[in-house]
């Protein structure tokens, strides 16, 4: 007997059951925080233990998840799925800078949100660094009642939709499926949320009063499209502590508004998008890895998730024909995961042409939103000391030093002591040297000035021009091995990692005992080694802070 999920009790005929059973999981995974074992998975799905197997199997071979002992953990390139949609709305993209700006001027966190069904998702965060500060994420699904980008959505709702709100709220009136938000503690005044949204469609803004939970407040307003339809709301939160809620109105609308112009001022702008070359390939991918896994490997899991990847900048509307050639899948196996995929939330269907739904962002994504730079790193770090049996740790630059943000030990009984946190000057580690390489030239020059080159031992490079040579050789060559510069017996090699735009954001290195390997095995055995692993970091940092900002830790 096959077990299945709700989901596939009420599904079409022709919808795919592992690609239901597929997602199931990953939204099970995400809503626990990214984080589940095999265990909690079969009681949470209700799957059978050797299905949820295969689907993690699958998911992992996919670069989705990472297998962690007996848990199945959300890893960076899942976030690819989400991406797709963020791309396609072209939102978060245009808009989001000016978010940002906003949130500097008024010192408050902005957030920018789209609707979905009767609740709001948010697209963008720029939260602000305090005590007490903004927790929502990007992907987070609120229900509309009880935030401020609700209720101005709620302004234009139709009598349908309306009538699809009552339903859910007589069917779950505590919002218990929006796991994102505490239980509701208090009504705004006495109001409903009919009359706020009333309220709202007369005045144009709206205001949260602690409806969230108490203390905090927040006044939004909506974003319009050229065609004048709604297309986002843009939020400004703050606390009691800080403003009440007359006085957040009173303080921030018109700066609210100046934003909220200049947003519809970018957005009658912005171009056309060139729209990404097809992805093909894909599907040869799946035939491939089924090959090679046997059983364990879904592919129709595989190829259904691989349809959502189809759309993004300039592809935001597919018709089949467009989703079956983007993926290299034949198009009856496209037409299939569209339609279990629209069954699922995650694609609305238009005459003749599909589109992804912000539900694709309940994928992993708020989670994994959240990822620090650090955390990207970690496992790739651990497969690198199992490969050469060395320590290995990545460091970000401060100042005139840099920090280690990530380590993994190997088990010999000598081996490099360094504790994360520990912080060495950047002129004498060959991570802090890979760094110190990519800045621009007079920033470079500014930063050694004002540094102190004392000799640490008696290898160590002290004279600026032989440490400038040094650096333009290192940026030249894309390493830095550094012999008992730092500490005598030591010997260190190291990478930079790149983000998107190209620019050193950290650094990867090797470090042992000098009597371990020479020079030249460090560069024939572990240099491969050590440039492989920053291209995977670097490739996972680069899906994950493509719409998020990846902090160091």
């Not at 994420?137 to 959505?153: C, K, M, N, S, Y």
């Not at 090679?292 to 592919?299: D, P, Q, R």
């Not at 290192?474 to 735009?501: F, I, N």
Request: hydrophobic content about 45%.
């Amino acid at each position: 007997m096959t077990v299945t999920t709700a989901a596939e009790d009420t599904a079409p005929a022709e919808a795919v059951g592992p690609l239901m059973r597929g997602i199931a999981v990953l939204r099970d995974i995400s809503d626990a925080g990214g984080r589940l074992t095999v265990s909690e998975l079969v009681r949470s799905t209700g799957l059978a233990r050797s299905t949820v197997d295969r689907i993690a199997a699958t998911l992992a071979r996919m670069g989705y998840l990472r297998l962690d002992g007996n848990a199945a953990v959300l890893a960076p390139r899942l976030m690819e799925l989400g991406n797709a949609y963020l791309a396609a709305i072209q939102l978060p993209g245009p808009l989001g800078p000016l978010a940002q700006r906003l949130a500097e001027e008024l010192d408050e966190s902005v957030s920018l949100a789209v609707p979905d069904g009767d609740g709001i998702r948010f697209v963008h965060q720029t939260t602000r660094r305090r005590a007490m500060s903004l927790t929502f994420r990007i992907g987070d699904l609120l229900p509309a009642e009880r935030t401020a980008q609700g209720t101005v959505f709620a302004a234009g709702w139709s009598g349908a939709q309306w009538s699809r709100w009552r339903e859910r709220r007589a069917a779950d009136p505590d919002g218990r499926a929006f796991t994102a938000v505490p239980p509701p503690h208090a009504q705004d005044a006495g109001r409903t949320f009919e009359e706020r949204a009333a309220e709202a469609r007369e005045q144009g803004w709206a205001v949260d009063d602690q409806l969230i939970e108490p203390g905090l407040i927040a006044l939004a307003l909506p974003v319009r499209a050229p065609d004048g339809e709604v297309v986002c709301a843009v939020s400004v939160v703050s606390h009691t502590s800080r403003h009440s809620a007359s006085s957040l109105r009173t303080a921030l609308l018109p700066k609210a508004r100046e934003a909220v112009a200049a947003m519809e001022q970018r957005l009658r702008q912005a171009p056309e998008p060139a729209g990404r070359q097809p992805a093909g390939g894909l599907a040869d991918w799946t035939n491939a890895s089924k090959q090679e896994l046997g059983a364990e490997f879904v592919e129709s899991l595989a190829r259904g998730l691989t349809v959502i990847t189809a759309f993004g900048d300039g592809r935001a509307e597919l018709a089949l024909a467009a989703v079956a050639e983007a993926t290299g899948l034949a198009r009856a196996t496209a037409r299939r995961a569209l339609i279990t995929l629209e069954h699922l939330g995650c694609v609305e269907a238009g005459e003749r042409t599909f589109r992804l739904t912000p539900s694709v962002l309940g994928l992993g994504y708020p989670p994994l939103s959240r990822t620090t730079l650090s955390e990207v790193a970690a496992p790739h770090l651990v497969t690198l000391v199992q490969r050469v049996h060395d320590s290995a740790s990545l460091a970000v630059l401060d100042g005139n030093a840099i920090q280690y943000t990530a380590r993994v030990a190997t088990g010999r009984i000598m081996s490099v002591n360094i504790q994360i946190g520990t912080r060495f000057p950047a002129y004498a580690a060959s991570m802090g040297r890979v760094l110190l390489a990519g800045l621009p030239a007079d920033t470079r020059s500014a930063l050694l000035a004002g540094t102190d080159l004392r000799a640490l031992t008696p290898r160590t490079l002290t004279r600026l021009p032989e440490l400038d040579a040094e650096l333009d050789r290192v940026a030249h060559q894309g390493y830095a091995l550094v012999d008992e510069e730092l500490e005598e017996g030591l010997r260190s090699l190291a990478v930079p990692v790149h983000d998107l735009a190209g620019q050193a954001v950290a650094a990867v290195n090797v470090a042992m005992h000098s009597s371990r390997r020479s020079v030249e095995q460090c560069l024939s055995e572990v240099l491969p080694e050590l440039r492989a692993t920053a291209a995977r970091i670097e490739a996972d940092l680069h899906v994950a802070g493509r719409f998020t900002r990846i902090p160091n830790a």
